[in-house]
């Protein structure tokens, strides 16, 4: 599997609270993204970036804000997290497009 | 932009059977055309993928074909077995771009012994 890391793995958070979830990559790869999964929508954009401090919005982007200082690392803030952003969120790589490595995921639940 | 319909949402096949999902795309520029393969409580892996100056392409028991009048383009996978059952996602993107590619819906696919 390539070298993709996502932290934490689990999360429940109170609405309202800020939440900053982590990607840590070790494959050098330029495309990093950020997905969110739930049932019956397949797998969302939310922000994704093709390099370190250019990022993009995604197809969901809403209520969640991204940063990329360093190439390994991706970090998604949901920055008043409401009931809404309960899902599963996956990081993927790429060092072309599209995304070809995905994270392990992270649940998250807002409560 | 792009919309992805994909079906069936599942599917029930025995050992050994062949299993067809399929999806439809409403962007006649999308070019790129990926499945991924999810298995309960994992991540997506990409599976395979075909771009839309073939027709078809195979690897080992499955194999993808696109139908770029008709917009549409299909997985096949043959001889079947159980370690196939998990959720299929096809994708379709302009220029393989990733922050272009939008997933379909996913079909959940049973192999039963």
Redesign the interface.
């Known amino acids: 599997d390539a070298g993709i890391t996502q932290s934490p793995r689990h999360k429940v958070t109170e609405t309202g609270t800020p939440v900053t979830l982590r990607c840590h990559q070790t494959e050098n790869h330029r ?1 990093m ?1 950020w997905y969110r999964q739930d049932p ?6 939310i922000h ?1 970036s093709y390099g370190v401090k250019d990022t ?1 919005k ?2 969901v982007s809403d209520g969640y804000s991204v940063s990329r200082s360093k190439t390994e690392d991706f970090l998604l803030t949901l920055e008043s997290a409401t009931s809404s952003q309960t899902s599963v969120y ?1 990081c993927a790589i ?1 060092e ?10 992270t649940r998250l639940t807002v409560v | ?1 792009e919309n992805v319909e ?1 079906h069936p949402s599942t599917l029930s096949v025995q050992e050994g059977d062949s299993a067809v999902i399929k999806c439809t795309y409403s962007d006649s520029a999308s070019n ?1 055309f ?1 499945w991924y393969k999810q298995e309960l409580g ?5 599976i395979i993928d075909i771009r839309s100056n073939v027709g078809e392409k195979k690897d080992q028991r499955i194999a993808v074909t696109l139908n770029k009048t008709a917009k549409h383009f299909s997985l096949h996978i043959t001889e079947t077995q159980p370690e196939d059952s998990a959720v299929y ?1 096809c ?1 379709a ?1 302009r ?5 272009k ?6 079909t959940r696919l049973q192999v039963f012994p």
């Open positions: 495309y993204y019956g929508h397949g797998l969302r954009l994704y993009d995604g197809e996956f790429s072309s497009n599209p995304p070809a490595f995905f994270g392990q995921g | 932009g994909q790129y990926p994992k991540r997506p892996q990409l996602f994708a993107s220029n393989g771009a990733g922050d590619l939008i997933f379909g819906t996913g």
